[in-house]
């Protein structure tokens, strides 16, 4: 391995680690914020004034720069990867300081997330070569990636304002689709305005183009909503949970947004799209056995006393219960 690589995987490293952290300070210091303010989960905004949150914030900043620096060292195939690992990191940090139970087939989930994740990523085609942010520009200009994004902006529409209301507290598909849906948008902007500002310092002024300041405000609008809606998240289910999701749908989204804008398949053979596709069905699989047994403890949650003592726990926590039954229509 070179010493760029070396770089490269310390970076993608450390990323992991403190986006994992970031997970676990966030939803602490969620916790305290709604212990004296309205909850974000139901639209309260009482945890900016709330300095653990920051600490967490700031954790998860961390973490995006070493991310973002580490593909300036070492090629995708490696970095990329590497992000699975924050979902441990978060699974386990619960585990101990959240208190948080995961369920065998939950952790069986998880490892299914994981590695339909990663057979994507080690067979994802390497990136092609850009040489001006314009030409970025004319690829997200182009009309398939136009449709994407298209259709990304009216599902995120409707699942804010049809049914976040409805079923954001008993389905965390729905803020996590927000999340991932625009998160998929804004990593093409910032992988544009990554190009942008290295060619800036490799001596090509990348600046003086509006696409670069349009690619940066795309950047702040998408970060701002995933933020927002990655906190309900957080403050309403369990994070071990939350963060495989998050990020399997993120990541699939990515790729997908990848494919279409760079045309990545162009450039493989049916075998390599065969596995991506594969990948894709294992993290459907890992994703359902999350979603389906999210709640369960050590054991299988057959009797009333089981649910009558995860309630007594959730009241005492102040969080409201998040059982199976939770997750059926009230209608």
């Known amino acids: 391995m070179s010493a760029d690589n070396i770089k490269g995987l310390v970076l ?35 945890y900016l004034y709330e300095p653990l949150w920051w600490v967490g914030m700031m954790t998860m900043i961390v973490g995006e720069v070493a991310n973002f620096a580490a593909y300036a060292f070492a090629p995708a195939i490696l970095v990329t990867p590497l992000g699975a690992l924050s979902i441990i990191i978060s699974a386990v940090l619960a585990h101990v300081m959240l208190r948080e139970k995961l369920h065998i087939f939950g952790i069986l989930g998880c490892v299914l997330c994981v590695v339909g994740s990663t057979t994507i990523v ?85 600046l003086i183009y509006p696409q670069t300041w349009a690619f940066t405000l795309v950047v702040i609008s998408c970060v701002i909503t995933q933020m927002n809606y990655l906190n309900k998240a957080l403050d309403t289910f369990n994070t071990a949970v939350v963060s495989p999701i998050y990020y399997t749908m993120f990541t699939s989204l990515t790729i997908l947004a990848s494919v279409i804008m760079f045309k990545d398949w162009d450039r493989q053979n049916p075998t390599q799209i065969v596995t991506e596709m594969c990948g894709f069905v294992t993290i459907l699989s890992g994703t359902f056995l999350l979603h389906k047994t999210k709640d369960m403890a050590d054991g299988l949650p057959t009797s009333s006393s089981v649910r009558f003592s995860k309630q007594t726990d959730n009241d005492s926590e102040g969080i409201p219960l998040r059982s199976s039954e939770s997750f059926r229509s009230p209608h």
Request: hydrophobic share 50%; aromatic share 10%.
């Open 12 to 46: 993608a490293l450390s990323s992991s680690l403190f986006i994992g952290a970031s997970f676990i300070i966030k939803k602490k210091g969620l916790k305290k914020a709604a212990s004296s303010g309205v909850r974000a989960g139901i639209g309260g905004y009482s």
């Open 122 to 206: 080690l067979h994802a085609p390497p990136e092609r070569e850009i040489e001006s942010v314009t030409e970025v520009w004319d690829l997200a200009t182009e009309p398939a990636f136009m449709c994407y994004a298209a259709v990304v902006i009216v599902i995120a529409v409707i699942l804010v304002y049809r049914f976040v209301p409805l079923y954001g507290q008993t389905h965390v598909m729905v803020y996590i689709g927000v999340c991932s849906l625009v998160g998929s948008i804004s990593v093409m902007s910032v992988k544009a305005l990554g190009i942008a500002l290295k060619l800036t310092f490799s001596g090509t002024n990348q």
